[in-house]
């Protein structure tokens, strides 16, 4: 589909729609750039007030995988207001709005519409310095690999739905999504990296595979070294996965390989994630993060060992 979508020419757009960037990068004049995102989805749990916050933290996520830093967003709602007393709509806004102040941006207000299936995300808008943002492109041959939060959202949300998952580990779930990765974008700075992603719908292995394709590098994931969710491996087993991976898998075809990988673990790489950890590519360890992998020399693909 994009494919019939016309380019833009503009010097000023840094960043675009080629390479499968998190975020858009536009140029201003006094040397910085704007960074503008947009995100939504309808509720991955029961709770309204998470709901919100996770929300909230995957629409800034976008921004914070550029190198940017947040300062305002826009509200996108679509709800049935006779499905609900009005309070589960507000502690929506609630959670949207206490994640937005936590990420130091401002909320200006947004738009919407009655829908009977539930939706909200944001649009939101950030500041970055163009000379150190994050891009696609930038990953180069000896970098490692460093994920700032565990993998499995997608399968202990499932579990959750089909009554399959305990407290605990829905709560530790809610935990990870409802994390802004600010931090994580920090400490990526501090070390002069140049290229990070967030890892949400495409999965760990093809949001790692939009770098390789741009970098024209290979990417080889250690599949030991990856942080998992609580209960993550007993819920494949019962059968709780995703759509989503199939489709992921489906896409990434003979560019995703696997060599003395339990299958369990093939379904982790391809869950698809919300509010994802940050994955950034480095010559120095991110502090908070854990080391995943390397990216070597190589035709684009994804390998797990």
Not at 123 to 140: E, S
Not at 211 to 240: C, D, F, H, K, N
């Amino acid at each position: 589909m994009l494919r019939h979508l016309p380019r833009s020419t503009d010097p000023n757009l840094l960043v675009g729609f080629e390479n499968r960037d998190d975020a858009g990068v536009f140029a201003m004049p006094d040397g910085r750039a704007l960074v503008q995102t947009v995100d939504y989805f309808t509720p991955v749990v029961d709770d309204p007030y998470a709901y919100g916050q996770i929300a909230a933290a995957n629409a800034l996520s976008d921004i914070y995988a550029m190198g940017g830093t947040p300062i305002t967003v826009l509200n996108i709602a679509c709800f049935n207001p006779l499905a609900a007393p009005p309070e589960v709509w507000a502690q929506i806004l609630k959670g949207m709005h206490d994640k937005t102040v936590e990420a130091g941006a401002v909320v200006m207000g947004g738009h919407s519409v009655e829908d009977n299936e539930p939706k909200f995300g944001m649009a939101v808008t950030g500041l970055v310095d163009p000379n150190k943002m994050f891009v696609n492109t930038m990953a180069r041959p000896g970098d490692a690999i460093y994920l700032s939060k565990p993998l499995g959202t997608g399968i202990v949300t499932t579990a959750a739905k089909n009554n399959a998952a305990s407290e605990e580990e829905l709560a530790a779930a809610i935990q990870a999504m409802s994390t802004l990765n600010r931090v994580a974008c920090e400490e990526a700075l501090k070390v002069g990296s140049r290229c990070a992603t967030d890892i949400t719908g495409f999965s760990l292995a093809g949001h790692l595979f939009n770098i390789a394709r741009a970098s024209e590098v290979s990417i080889e994931i250690e599949w030991a070294e990856l942080p998992v969710l609580l209960g993550v491996q007993r819920m494949i087993a019962e059968g709780q996965t995703t759509g989503g991976a199939v489709k992921n898998r489906k896409f990434l075809g003979d560019s995703l390989s696997f060599k003395g990988v339990p299958e369990w673990i093939e379904h982790v790489v391809l869950d698809p994630q919300t509010s994802g950890g940050l994955a950034v590519l480095a010559s120095e360890p991110v502090a908070g993060s854990v080391r995943i992998g390397t990216v070597i020399e190589g035709a684009p693909q994804i390998r797990v060992v």
